[in-house]
């Protein structure tokens, strides 16, 4: 069993005013005036953020022994994005479980639509329903998806999916190819290749290794023969499979897998994250990536992290 998870969204202000084009009133004021409309939207979800997990960082930060916040007047990050901005609070329980999971709550999240626990992109009965991924492509903006776990996980894929079991990685990697998404940065290249990379001595797996510049283990969890990466390549998509490789990417559309499963751990990451030799790129590197990419596009963009 994956471990329950709870999802909290900071900034789901930004969703609101995204779908939604404000009326104003008849005595409205001059144009020079009205708040500039949102062009570009940015949506972070820390997986497993509930309101208590929140509350005791702050609580930690300030309280524990030695603490670098306290003595010396400091905020935490979280606290001074709240303070910057609108903070809401969203339930993101499943139509039909006591306790829900990340498929319900992004789909929920993702479409404003009651969703059944495990489900990705689908409502309570099963119908597909609209994200606002797809509403951003098609309103003509660049969307993507950026995340420290596998593309393909429930998080990422309730915004541009639409199966009837988070547990369906391989179909999921199928609809983000469909989707169009324009950059997906993460891990899970195991749903990506032909089970024939199982294989060391097949060609396959040869030709893998030399393009991922060793740096992945090459291992497929498919049970077929599709190469979606050749697919994604077909499509447009630009492919990575470590820093260097994103670094050096061009092109208004990139797809990259940097490890067999899940990238780094937070603990991992931190410690790592100066040696000159560290393959994956961090959280921060990826976004950043995407966001160069992304704001090419003149009508903006929509961004998941």
Avoid at 26 to 50: C, F, H, W, Y
Avoid at 103 to 117: D, K, L, P, R, V
Avoid at 223 to 236: F, I, K, M, N, P
Wanted: net charge neutral; charged share 25%.
């Amino acid at each position: 069993m994956r471990p329950i998870r709870r999802l909290f969204i900071v900034l789901f202000a930004g969703i609101l005013l995204f779908a939604c084009e404000r009326i104003p009133p008849k005595a409205a004021a001059p144009p020079s005036t009205r708040p500039a409309r949102i062009r570009n939207v940015v949506v972070m979800i820390g997986d497993g953020m509930g309101p208590q997990q929140l509350g005791l960082l702050v609580t930690y930060a300030h309280h524990a022994p030695h603490s670098s916040y306290e003595p010396m007047g400091r905020k935490t990050a979280l606290e001074r994005l709240m303070e910057a901005g609108t903070l809401g609070y969203a339930r993101s329980e499943a139509a039909d479980a006591l306790v829900t999971d990340s498929g319900a709550s992004s789909t929920q999240m993702a479409s404003g639509e009651w969703a059944g626990a495990q489900m990705i992109g689908l409502d309570r009965n099963g119908h597909v329903v609209k994200t606002i991924l797809e509403i951003a492509e098609e309103m003509g903006k660049s969307t993507g998806l950026v995340t420290d776990t596998c593309i393909t996980d429930a998080t990422p894929a309730g915004f541009a999916s639409h199966q009837t079991h988070r547990s369906k990685q391989d179909k999921i990697a199928v609809d983000l190819i469909d989707a169009e998404v324009d950059v997906m940065l993460g891990g899970g290249l195991a749903w990506w290749i032909p089970q024939e990379a199982n294989d060391p001595d097949s060609e396959t797996y040869r030709q893998l290794v030399k393009r991922t510049g060793e740096t992945i283990e090459i291992r497929s969890k498919r049970r077929d023969s599709r190469d979606l990466l050749e697919e994604a390549g077909a499509g447009g998509l630009a492919l990575c499979f470590n820093r260097t490789q994103l670094e050096q990417a061009s092109g208004d559309r990139l797809l990259g897998l940097f490890a067999r499963d899940i990238l780094m751990n937070g603990i991992r990451e931190t410690r790592t994250k100066e040696d000159p030799g560290r393959t994956i790129p961090t959280l921060r590197e990826m976004t950043e990536k995407a966001l160069h990419v992304l704001s090419r596009n003149p009508n903006g963009f929509f961004l998941v992290v």
